[in-house]
């Protein structure tokens, strides 16, 4: 008999009640979200699926769930594991505990990096971690014409990891123009999923252009950042993912859209958020119980956050608890708040031990900052006049404004103007390819003094500087490169905090819980300077992604993201 | 440049409105099913999909839309072709331009005739009509040990057609007896398809029962007839189709569990229903119809005959009026009383050039009735005693009752009795297999005299007779085996009606206008001869039907349904 087969009829005999279950949980308990009900019995579990509700079974082991209320295990439905800052195995670690029993990961930014290496790392690792960790095949890497990154990924590249056990579809389409303009390189990966799954990327998408991009079958959207943006989407078929990450901030602005009617065309998503955010927040959960607190239907929210997302990337086998299904269980001390006490994925309690055995394969991407220090003299922005482009950064958002403004002007070069929030701007190549580097300007980081570099910069993760000093900027970003990747706080010529990320210069190689405090030190580092915003970090980490609009910056120069072209110098 | 990616390129330049669409239904009202809004406004639809709403589009051709409201094309979610009487051609031909843009087959009657030859008939055809037919894999041939089949299909039978376009998965998986006994056979087909898709069919299945047979993978029933047993079936996370057919009618019972929060998990199916009942009150229409004259909510109704019933299938690409979603709208002069004025499916506006063009290969079945002419002698049941079992019939239903009645009795006989509404049923074996005949008693069907035969009998599609004397009921089947199946009605020593079904014994080889005049022809003959019951011939076919309690009779005998056993004779 095959281990399948064994499986299955084990099923039938746990389900049927002739012999006791793997596991059950008695007396629980549970929120039906095809119903909306409360319900109250025992779930029986049989390795990894549910074979039983609403009778009573016996178990080889028995769990007394009278004190809890179990929902079904939540789905993340878009982020990066990379913007955790610590690898899928302690990403694992953080994020399970807090009831996400799935998530869709797009290891886009490893990839921009690594290219091909940075894509197998994470199947082998999907394959290894608690949670259901799945990986959708980065779309865009390079994300667009418009910089240098360290991998290509083409469709031919992608073709062959289609039908990974662990792989839905292709990862969020950013390069939208890229699909107006039917670059050839960019049909060739809509041809090659065609009919298959296609996550979107969609912000501020409307009209004409919303619908030639949903024309190619593009599913769903984790952009969107206010409600008539929202029901436009709605309206015309996407699935809509509300976002609440670490820098980019939509519940407050979305939670008015949740109702029975809308809610198994939306889901949930974290796209970026830190383990520091985790622990004091929390995950998926962190949305339930803003969304709840915000006035959304309770059984409505609970329901998107299981089955309207699974059922979205086509995973039939999740979402409810009911037989058949996998046991992705949270159990929870109160319903209202979703407050986590335990958690079950695919039939197993989730405890330490449980990540203990899981043998995550070893970490790639050391020595990845291929890039000679630097001197202050590189960030000089020569300039033919005083007025000129400059980023104007939203809080809490990845789009930006494109200014023009005055800033004083000496010797044929711009300045930074701190009485006006503007710094400058830099980004470094630093894949060992051009070398080149990108100059601007930015209003709204509100750094009143020294230089802030970091090896993240979305997507095509070249060094990012921003600064009031030309000499800090250099001194951050030669301490950068000897970490061999991170961010560093500089002012007055000294070292002011730092954090490493040897990992593709994306990610750390320490426990999460460590990661948490150096977050912690980084932050309170900026305050201490005197920077008031909350992610200065991980705001200015999207400066250079210039497939969000309006106005960013990358290796080659700034890009009018609207015109999908690099200014002229 | 590809086919596709011609297609491709084409659906963003005609959604960004660079090129007039191939069509536009110009300002038109249609009712989003994903907000419930009714809207206004364009339609624009690049060959086979829609690529713009919401906005102002110009065609190479264009509709004027202003006296229709368009809703999305109608997914019936279970049906066998073949008890439309009439091959996939004239089934096409006959539900598409109800609005049933896709129909999930079981193509189950054929293929237990003919085995493979009845399923490779179905693929080429689906391969051609004009609405999307699918076809699930028949699970269930023979559909069990009680009775003989003409065909078998294994699981490695089944295997090498998974993959096929028109495949979706399992069909409706009927021996549930065979799980929950670990049948061989029966786990084979379960273990091959894991993960897969498989429909269910779990008519008054409950409890424990319910809960292993869910484990096993099965998604859905559409054999749910009262509330209480859809509210256990949705309760564990299968999906209620509900049912209108021409034999079985669930609608009454179960449209009032309707509602926006249980729309996702419904859906419609006709599973049997005929030409003249199509003709006269429609196919999936005639749900939406009753269920909203009903009371439901219309927007739900309307949600869960399309999005609903295609995303069960894990049919992404179709089920609202959205870009990138298959161009299948149906067009109303109502949305209340869901009156059809046209049809486009997949971007084509249906009329009869288009049924036309189909190049629809040619019929199979042909002589499938392998049976000597009888004689009256065959009908006489021998027994000890007046008393004994008698099938109890419900009209409306295939559910029977086991009663236990005296008949009168004379030389070892059992006999009928009309006074108490009980005549003979018989089945005669007729693949050329075993020759076998079971003999019983029904009680329900009102016929006061002659006898009624057919070669349609559920599953097995033995020779079913039921007659108040020997000597019609042997006149009824030799007339059968004359016309190589069919119905027949015969009374006094004269063949009063009948209606050829050559095609397997099944259907038709006639279009299905001529059908439908012939079943009406049928029913008035009947009710002539004084049987006031509305489909007697569709009812006595589910007599032989050993997967449906309590009660019924195989070509083997008289089965106990609820043991899954054939009674001691």
Avoid at 142 to 156: D, I, K
Avoid at 542 to 548: A, E, S
Avoid at 549 to 566: A, N, R, S
């Amino acid at each position: 008999m095959t281990e399948l087969r064994h499986r299955i009829e084990s099923g039938i005999d746990q389900g049927l009640g002739r012999e006791p279950a793997d596991l059950v949980i008695k007396n629980i308990r549970f929120l039906n979200v095809v119903t909306g009900e409360v319900a109250k019995g025992d779930i029986a579990i049989c390795g990894e699926r549910i074979v039983g509700t609403y009778e009573s079974y016996r178990g080889k082991r028995e769990i007394d769930g009278r004190d809890f209320t179990a929902v079904p295990g939540f789905v993340d439905c878009h982020l990066h594991v990379e913007s955790s800052l610590v690898g899928p195995a302690e990403f694992d670690r953080c994020a399970l505990p807090r009831g996400t029993t799935t998530a869709i990961c797009d290891p886009h930014e490893m990839c921009n990096v690594l290219g091909k290496e940075g894509l197998e790392f994470f199947l082998r690792s999907a394959e290894r971690t608690a949670m259901d960790l799945r990986v959708q095949l980065s779309s865009c890497v390079p994300a667009t014409h418009l910089e240098t990154a360290g991998g290509r990924l083409t469709a031919a590249d992608l073709l062959p990891y289609r039908h990974h056990s662990k792989v839905i579809g292709l990862a969020e389409f950013m390069n939208a123009p890229g699909i107006f303009h039917k670059v050839p390189e960019v049909m060739d990966k809509i041809e090659a999923f065609w009919g298959e799954h296609i996550d979107g990327h969609a912000p501020l998408m409307k009209g004409y252009e919303l619908n030639a991009y949903l024309s190619c079958g593009i599913r769903n959207c984790h952009e969107t950042t206010s409600e008539p943006e929202a029901w436009e989407k709605l309206r015309k078929g996407m699935q809509v993912f509300i976002r609440e990450g670490s820098a980019c901030k939509d519940l407050a602005a979305l939670s008015g859209i949740i109702s029975t009617t809308t809610a198994p065309f939306l889901g949930f998503c974290t796209d970026d958020r830190n383990p520091l955010d985790i622990a004091e927040e929390g995950h998926i959960d962190h949305l339930i119980r803003g969304a709840i607190k915000a006035g959304a239907p309770m059984a409505d929210v609970y329901r998107l956050a299981s089955w309207s997302a699974a059922r979205g990337f086509g995973l039939t086998d999740r979402g409810l608890i009911a037989p058949g299904q996998r046991a992705d269980i949270v159990l929870l001390n109160d319903l209202q708040t979703c407050d986590v006490a335990d958690v079950i994925a695919g039939g197993r309690m989730i405890d330490d031990g449980i990540f203990e055995v899981r043998n995550m394969p070893g970490p790639v991407g050391y020595n990845s900052i291929k890039r000679a220090k630097v001197d202050a003299s590189l960030f000089r922005v020569p300039a033919s006049g005083p007025t000129g482009p400059v980023i104007g950064l939203r809080e809490g958002q990845v789009l930006t404004d494109f200014l023009t403004m005055s800033l004083p002007y000496r010797d044929g070069e711009r300045l930074v103007d701190l009485a006006n929030d503007v710094i400058k701007v830099c980004v470094l190549e630093r894949h060992g390819k051009r070398g080149s580097v990108g100059r601007g300007f930015v209003k709204g980081l509100k750094l009143p003094g020294g230089a802030i570099a970091s090896s993240i910069g979305h997507d095509s993760h070249n060094i990012c500087v921003v600064g009031a000093a030309d000499a800090d900027m250099a001194l951050a970003v030669n301490r950068l490169i000897d970490l061999g990747g991170g961010f560093v706080l500089a002012a007055n010529g000294k070292v002011l905090a730092d954090m490493p990320l040897p990992l593709a210069g994306l990610m750390s190689d320490r426990d999460f819980r460590s990661v948490a405090h150096e977050i912690k030190a980084l932050r309170s580092a900026v305050r201490d300077l005197g920077c008031p915003l909350a992610e200065p970090f991980l705001q200015m980490a999207f400066l250079p992604l210039p497939v969000i609009p309006h106005l960013k910056i990358t290796d080659l120069g700034l890009v009018d993201v609207d015109k999908f072209e690099l200014l002229a110098a």
